[in-house]
């Protein structure tokens, strides 16, 4: 895109009993001063007060359903398939944008894509922050190099905007994984041919807490062997294996391209609070 339009981003939601939380993701989106935004629900049949909070927003969300799924990749899939824009992203029902990160975004997809007009997947840095929106790391991403070559994709989960035409080109989110269904769809895009590129703005804030799949897994019983077995299943189907003795030299990429950068970054937001709009604010009169 060289043009001076803003580019149009399709966010998706998945959601299941996130009531807690869900409001301020909703919020953080809802409350960009940006134009072409598409907000897309997939609620999986929530039990709790979620659904008061959607038909609360429903005259922000484009689109909106609860009903009963196969699990967050059958969500994702019928929440991408109503997207609208060209470029894709989801966000966590825990989780939420800072302020005016989608103007930023655009502002910097907007300048690579001049010098790459054909490039079709990007990555941004995100923060960590405790139940309270309070930070507690900041998390510098890594540009691609040669050496992902041969590790494969590492991306920190949702902090990724892809363009339809490479979702299409691939197989979808696998209804078969619970655990690994982001990292399955970074490789699917890898091993199409893709690359992404960093574009360095802290537009992400991935929240910790205790119903997070991420941070408490989510379960009531360990599911690391159940976490090994969906990983070797997904390298399996994909034909690729990581090359391990790739790894310390990544590590090293990374302590010479983030390290200082991710020292200066904890140092100006750690402690910060990163909810940046009023709880009380009634968005439908703004």
Not at 76 to 89: E, T
Not at 115 to 137: A, H, Y
Not at 224 to 244: C, G, I, T, V
Request: charged share 25%; net charge positive; proline share 3%.
């Amino acid at each position: 895109m060289t043009d001076s339009k803003s580019i149009g981003f399709s966010i998706v939601i998945v959601n299941y009993n996130m009531a807690k939380y869900l409001d301020d993701a909703l919020t953080s989106i809802i409350l960009q001063q940006y134009g072409p935004k598409q907000i897309i629900v997939i609620d999986g049949g929530s039990t709790d007060s979620s659904l008061d909070i959607i038909k609360k927003h429903s005259s922000d969300i484009d689109y909106w359903i609860s009903e009963p799924d196969k699990g967050q990749s059958d969500a994702f899939n019928k929440g991408f398939q109503k997207a609208k824009y060209d470029w894709l992203f989801w966000l966590n029902a825990d989780d939420f944008l800072t302020a005016n990160a989608l103007s930023h975004i655009n502002d910097l997809m907007k300048k690579a894509l001049t010098k790459e007009p054909e490039r079709k997947w990007f990555c941004f840095d995100s923060l960590m922050s405790n139940e309270q929106g309070v930070c507690t790391r900041a998390l510098y991403g890594a540009n691609w190099n040669w050496i992902l070559n041969h590790l494969g994709p590492l991306v920190h989960s949702a902090t990724t905007i892809f363009h339809r035409e490479l979702f299409e080109k691939s197989a979808k989110f696998d209804l078969k994984l619970y655990w690994s269904m982001d990292l399955d769809l970074w490789v699917q895009f890898f091993k199409l041919g893709y690359t992404y590129k960093t574009i360095h703005t802290f537009a992400y804030v991935i929240r910790t807490n205790e119903q997070s799949k991420t941070f408490s897994n989510g379960l009531k019983y360990n599911p690391s062997d159940e976490r090994k077995r969906q990983s070797a299943y997904m390298w399996e189907k994909n034909h690729f294996k990581p090359d391990l003795k790739y790894l310390p030299l990544w590590r090293i990429f990374k302590a010479f391209t983030i390290l200082l950068p991710n020292i200066f970054y904890n140092w100006s937001y750690k402690g910060k609070k990163l909810i940046w709009w009023d709880a009380h604010q009634q968005i439908n009169k703004r």
